[in-house]
């Protein structure tokens, strides 16, 4: 069944039956998709066990980062998909980055504790500190160590903000961001 079939048929039998989802069609379609990429790869995709340590966590979410990059459907994040605005002031940097709906992303790994805000939008978040949904308006601290798995379920406004005074993005990422745990001074 196509998307746009299998939507009219969703819409029509959630109006039929008098039915409340927790979730939009957008986001059945996505998991039912993913399911059947699963099943067409003939391997099950199992990055984390129900209940994990930091260390099962940090090489299952380096394990789901390949996989994605891996696939070739995956986009690869640039300023046209993902607009950025960068902001510099006195010893903070700004980033403002939009995350459109359905979107499955994994971050980098944090160097440095920061604030981080959902401005707008809803999303799940999925760490080693657990797993949250959060919805806007919302702020969070970013822990030393933090790389985290991030399903935008609407459009969504993200800002983090950075102690530096440096006005370079390349010097400023080269200090707050890595991508191997073992880089980590303290975790």
């Known amino acids: 069944m196509d998307r746009e079939s299998a939507k009219f048929q969703f819409e029509d039998m959630t109006e039929r039956l008098d039915i409340e989802h927790t979730f939009s069609f957008d986001e059945a379609w996505d998991f039912v998709e993913y399911k059947n990429h699963q099943v067409s790869l003939n391997k099950p995709i199992d990055f984390f066990p129900s209940k994990y340590t930091k260390e099962q966590f940090r090489k299952g979410i380096v394990k789901l980062e390949e996989t994605m990059i ?27 980055i939009f995350n459109p709906a359905g979107e499955l992303l ?45 399903y935008a379920h609407t459009d969504c406004t993200f800002v983090t903000v950075h102690p530096t005074d440096k006005k370079d993005l390349t010097e400023i990422e080269k200090d707050l961001i890595t991508t191997d745990y073992n880089e980590l001074e303290e975790v």
């Open 106 to 150: 994994v971050t980098k790994i944090h160097k440095v504790e920061h604030p981080f805000f959902l401005l707008k939008g809803e999303m799940s978040i999925m760490s080693e500190e657990g797993e949250m949904r959060i919805s806007a308006p919302y702020y969070g601290v970013t822990p030393i160590g933090t790389k985290r798995v991030i």
């Open 70 to 96: 891996a696939d070739s459907r995956a986009i690869e994040s640039n300023s046209d998909f993902h607009p950025v605005k960068h902001t510099y002031c006195k010893n903070q940097y700004i980033r403002e």
